[in-house]
């Protein structure tokens, strides 16, 4: 509750007039011309024939004709020519520009000044985007972009609030072949996805990804799901019980006489010096191993979609098990 006894200013031009009493100033903000607004060429990476940024200035344009409120743009005067360049807005000013060929009466937008060298700009492109974010691949361009102005990975992580891994990954991304980037740009991979195969295949990715979607159609879907390309591997309790079963395997072939020296040597062994050799196992400690190995089996056919192979035990006992 303001005390009585503090005086009352009703407006933000009588704050930033009594700045000694209220703290509040004024800084500088501008009305300009919407044919003066420049996009710099290859700073912004929107593709404007995605639709969802098509969707985005649309719906600025009809915010603008509608008069409601749209944040101000950032820009910057260029030096040497005195142009006006966006440095954050450009979807906002296509769609004021859009709404204006409409009919609405849309002749300046307000803008704030940017303060700032060029490594600053592509800084702010990334930690002040308003609505639409940009696409992954988008986005590691711009990180490799960075790199290549001389920005360090550590740099690139503070500037853009990010982790050193988060960088380093989407730098793989950015590496990638064309074919991997229509990929996730068309949403059929997801940029984790497709940068665990890149870099397991190198540049044989988009060609194993591109296998990867066909399958995922012929099986009615129409992306890559994350598992589809990840070894696979057993559930923790799966495996457990795969290793407590092998474990009396192997210490009845730990203990047999015949095998012991092998077993203690470190050296590469010579299939030849076991021809001729065996070894005697309870029957009941093979069939559980062959019991797990089935239910392991059949979870990674369930999982890979493949054909099951055929181990002792299939048919009545492997359901029981």
């Not at 990476?45 to 008069?67: I, S």
């Not at 010096?273 to 239910?295: D, H, P, W």
Request: hydrophobic content about 40%.
């Amino acid at each position: 509750m303001t005390n009585s006894s503090e005086k009352v200013f009703t407006s933000f031009k009588a704050l930033a007039a009594n700045r000694e009493m209220t703290g509040v100033s004024k800084d500088d903000v501008f009305k300009v011309p919407l044919d003066m607004l420049l996009e710099e060429p290859g700073f912004n990476p929107r593709d404007y024939n995605d639709p969802e940024v098509e969707a985005q200035v649309e719906a600025f344009a009809q915010a603008y004709e509608l008069g409601h409120f749209v944040p101000p743009c950032v820009v910057r005067i260029d030096p040497i020519t005195g142009e006006v360049f966006l440095v954050e807005g450009h979807t906002r000013t296509r769609g004021a520009k859009r709404a204006r060929d409409r009919g609405a009466s849309i002749e300046r937008l307000v803008c704030v000044p940017f303060r700032g060298n060029v490594i600053d700009r592509h800084f702010t492109k990334h930690t002040s985007q308003n609505g639409l974010k940009f696409k992954p691949v988008a986005v590691a361009r711009d990180y490799l972009k960075l790199l290549n102005m001389g920005q360090s990975v550590s740099d690139i992580a503070k500037g853009v609030h990010q982790s050193v891994t988060h960088i380093q990954s989407m730098l793989d991304l950015a590496a990638a072949n064309p074919d991997v980037h229509e990929l996730v740009n068309s949403g059929a991979v997801s940029a984790s996805t497709a940068i665990e195969v890149v870099r397991k295949h190198g540049e044989k990715a988009g060609e194993f990804l591109s296998g990867k979607l066909q399958e995922a159609i012929a099986q009615g879907k129409t992306s890559v799901k994350a598992a589809a390309v990840k070894e696979w591997a057993p559930p923790r309790k799966v495996s457990l019980n795969l290793f407590s079963s092998i474990t009396p395997v192997f210490k009845a072939v730990a203990e047999d006489e015949g095998l012991k020296e092998l077993l203690a040597r470190t050296d590469d062994i010579d299939p030849a010096e076991l021809e001729g050799k065996t070894v005697t196992l309870s029957a009941a400690s093979v069939l559980a191993l062959c019991r797990n190995f089935q239910v392991a089996d059949q979870l990674k056919n369930k999982r890979t979609g493949s054909t099951p192979e055929s181990h002792p035990g299939d048919g009545e006992q492997a359901d029981e098990a």
